[in-house]
């Protein structure tokens, strides 16, 4: 009976930690999806120019799409206990996403701010949450909406502003092809949401030195 316990719960115990363990990059499942890629356009996998690149591409999507397996949060962790209640804003963050309608990049700036409530956290794990958000692919709507959501109750905020610009590939080399053009998306949390010169006041910081 005892050992029927113990064989229980190694069972569950293994589960749990296979459940809890990250998932990977199926490397050798994009490298063959590249191939496939590569021949239906045209070209010949077998070339010696694209020999190397499904391996290429394989490692290029581990890295674009790393913030699949990681979680933001974690920067947002470490808090600083401050009295201070005025507007902290940390300005173009540039960032590097990927567009999931056409898995194209859209390559921008955030800017994200807050309104403390009694605690602070580092300058630049503002920068890492943009940075694993950022390594997914998405749309930019829900992007500016992810950060601003993580940041109002992972820090207990009295308000958050995230406004992003960005340029999209899928705007600029294909389709309508209008270089230049940037999209700007913003989610207003709490106070920047319920006050209007507060809103303000954070867009003059955001914007206000721009000639």
């Not at 589960?15 to 356009?41: F, M, Y």
């Not at 890295?63 to 397996?69: A, D, P, Q, Y």
Request: with cysteine; glycine share 6%.
């Amino acid at each position: 009976m005892a050992r029927q316990e113990f064989a229980a719960d190694f069972t569950m115990t293994n589960e749990s930690n296979n459940q809890n363990k990250k998932p990977t990059v199926d490397h050798d499942r994009i490298e063959a999806a590249v191939r496939e890629i590569l021949a239906a356009v045209g070209e010949d996998p077998e070339r010696e120019g694209l020999l190397e690149t499904p391996s290429r591409v394989a490692r290029m999507y581990a890295e674009l799409f790393s913030g699949l397996h990681e979680d933001p949060a974690v920067h947002l962790k470490k808090c600083f206990t401050e009295k201070y209640d005025e507007i902290v804003l940390v300005k173009d963050v540039a960032f590097n996403s990927m567009c999931e309608h056409h898995l194209l990049p859209f390559i921008g700036r955030a800017h994200v701010a807050y309104l403390p409530r009694g605690k602070v956290v580092g300058l630049s794990k503002i920068g890492r949450v943009v940075e694993v958000v950022a390594r997914r692919p998405q749309v930019q709507e829900r992007m500016t909406e992810t950060i601003a959501d993580l940041m109002m109750s992972d820090l207990d905020a009295k308000g958050v502003a995230v406004v992003i610009e960005a340029s999209h590939s899928c705007m600029v080399i294909r389709g309508v092809r209008k270089p230049g053009s940037e999209c700007v998306t913003s989610a207003m949390r709490g106070t920047f949401r319920d006050n209007l010169s507060t809103r303000s006041e954070v867009m003059t910081l955001i914007y206000g030195g721009r000639k």
